[in-house]
C-alpha cells in the first residue's frame, strides 16, 4: 500500500505539473463555460427544466471527452518507455499491478478536476432559479450525473493506458486512443438512435455512452450499466496489467 500511495502521489504530481495538463484544463473549462451559457440561453428561451438539467454533462461536454481523454492519457507508459524509465521501475520490488493502478488513479483525479467548474455551475443556476419555481437544478440528477460522468470517464482512461502501453510515442498513443474511442461511441450511438432493427438498436443503447451520459442526467441510475463499466474497466486494466508484465520479462 506504502508503494502504491507513492507511486499515486506521484502521478497527480506529473498530471498537473505536465503542460499539456494546462492547455486540457484551459479547453475543458473554456468549453463547459460556454455549455453553462448556451444552457442559461436555453432557459431564457424557455427551454424545460428536465432536458435543459441533460445540457449539463452532454451535447459538446460528451463529444470532448473523446479528445481530452486520450491527451490525459497517452503519456502515461509511452514517456516512461521512451525515456528508458520503465524498465528501471520493473526491476525494482514494485509489481505491475501496483504500476498500473497507481497511472490509473493519477489520471482519474485530474479527470475528476476538470469537472469542478460544474459545481460552480450548479450554484449559479440555483441562486438564479426564482424561489416559487420547482427546485432547478435537480441535485438527485447531478448526483447521478456526476456518477456517469466518472464511470464513462474511467472506461475512456482506461482505454487510453492500455492503448500508451502498447507503443513508446506518445502521439501514437494519442491518436490511436482517440480512434479506438472515437469508433466505440459513434457506432454504439448509431445502432442506439438510427438502427432500424429492434435488437440492433437496443443493443446499441444498452452500450452506448452517450446513452448511458442521457440516463445518468436524468437521475437514472441503472445497476446493469453500473456493472458494465466497472467491469469493462477492470477489464481492460488487466489487459494493461499483462502487456506492462510482458515488459518485465
Same mark, same amino acid.
Not at 48 to 69: E, K, M, Y
Not at 133 to 139: I, S, V, W
Not at 181 to 198: E, G, I, K, N, Q
Not at 215 to 241: C, E, H, K, Q
Given at each position: 500500500?506504502?508503494?502504491?500511495?507513492?507511486?499515486?502521489?506521484?502521478?497527480?504530481?506529473?498530471?498537473?505539473? /505536465? =503542460?499539456?495538463?494546462?492547455? #486540457?484544463?484551459?479547453?475543458?473549462?473554456?468549453?463547459?463555460? *460556454?455549455?453553462?451559457?448556451?444552457?442559461?440561453?436555453?432557459?431564457?428561451?424557455?427551454?424545460?427544466?428536465?432536458?435543459?438539467?441533460?445540457? !449539463?454533462?452532454?451535447?459538446?461536454?460528451?463529444?470532448? *471527452?473523446?479528445?481530452? %481523454?486520450?491527451? !490525459?492519457?497517452?503519456?502515461?507508459?509511452?514517456?516512461?518507455?521512451?525515456?528508458?524509465?520503465?524498465?528501471?521501475?520493473?526491476? +525494482?520490488?514494485?509489481?505491475?499491478?501496483?504500476? %498500473?493502478?497507481?497511472?490509473?488513479?493519477?489520471?482519474?483525479?485530474?479527470?475528476? #478536476?476538470? &469537472? *469542478?467548474?460544474?459545481?460552480?455551475?450548479?450554484?449559479?443556476?440555483?441562486?438564479?432559479? =426564482? #424561489?416559487?419555481?420547482?427546485?432547478?437544478?435537480?441535485?438527485?440528477?447531478?448526483?447521478?450525473?456526476?456518477?456517469?460522468?466518472?464511470?464513462?470517464?474511467?472506461?475512456?482512461?482506461?482505454?487510453?493506458?492500455?492503448?500508451?502501453?502498447? +507503443? @513508446?510515442?506518445?502521439?501514437?498513443?494519442?491518436?490511436?486512443?482517440?480512434?479506438?474511442?472515437?469508433?466505440?461511441?459513434? @457506432?454504439?450511438? $448509431?445502432?442506439?438512435?438510427?438502427?432500424?432493427?429492434?435488437?440492433?438498436?437496443?443493443?446499441?443503447?444498452? $452500450?452506448? @455512452?452517450?446513452?448511458?451520459?442521457?440516463?445518468? /442526467?436524468?437521475?437514472?441510475?441503472?445497476?446493469?450499466?453500473?456493472?458494465?463499466?466497472?467491469?469493462?474497466?477492470? &477489464? %481492460?486494466?488487466?489487459? /494493461?496489467?499483462?502487456?506492462?508484465?510482458?515488459?518485465? +520479462?
Amino acid at each position: 500500500m506504502r508503494t502504491f500511495l507513492s507511486l499515486f502521489k506521484k502521478e497527480v504530481q506529473t498530471c498537473f505539473l /505536465s =503542460p499539456i495538463a494546462f492547455v #486540457v484544463l484551459f479547453f475543458f473549462w473554456v468549453l463547459s463555460g *460556454l455549455n453553462f451559457w448556451w444552457l442559461l440561453v436555453q432557459l431564457a428561451d424557455g427551454e424545460p427544466l428536465t432536458r435543459a438539467t441533460q445540457q !449539463i454533462f452532454g451535447g459538446l461536454i460528451g463529444f470532448s *471527452l473523446l479528445v481530452i %481523454v486520450p491527451l !490525459i492519457t497517452m503519456r502515461l507508459f509511452a514517456e516512461e518507455r521512451k525515456l528508458g524509465t520503465l524498465e528501471s521501475l520493473l526491476t +525494482t520490488p514494485l509489481t505491475s499491478l501496483e504500476l %498500473v493502478l497507481a497511472k490509473f488513479a493519477g489520471s482519474l483525479v485530474f479527470y475528476a #478536476v476538470l &469537472w *469542478l467548474p460544474v459545481v460552480a455551475y450548479t450554484v449559479i443556476q440555483q441562486n438564479l432559479s =426564482p #424561489v416559487e419555481a420547482m427546485q432547478f437544478p435537480d441535485f438527485g440528477a447531478l448526483r447521478a450525473g456526476f456518477l456517469g460522468v466518472m464511470l464513462v470517464g474511467g472506461l475512456y482512461i482506461s482505454i487510453g493506458l492500455l492503448m500508451s502501453s502498447l +507503443t @513508446s510515442n506518445q502521439i501514437v498513443a494519442a491518436i490511436s486512443g482517440f480512434a479506438l474511442l472515437a469508433v466505440l461511441f459513434f @457506432s454504439m450511438m $448509431f445502432l442506439a438512435y438510427t438502427s432500424p432493427d429492434p435488437l440492433l438498436r437496443a443493443a446499441g443503447q444498452y $452500450f452506448s @455512452s452517450y446513452a448511458h451520459l442521457l440516463d445518468f /442526467s436524468r437521475g437514472i441510475v441503472n445497476g446493469w450499466s453500473v456493472v458494465l463499466y466497472l467491469s469493462t474497466t477492470a &477489464w %481492460v486494466l488487466f489487459a /494493461s496489467v499483462r502487456v506492462v508484465e510482458s515488459k518485465r +520479462t
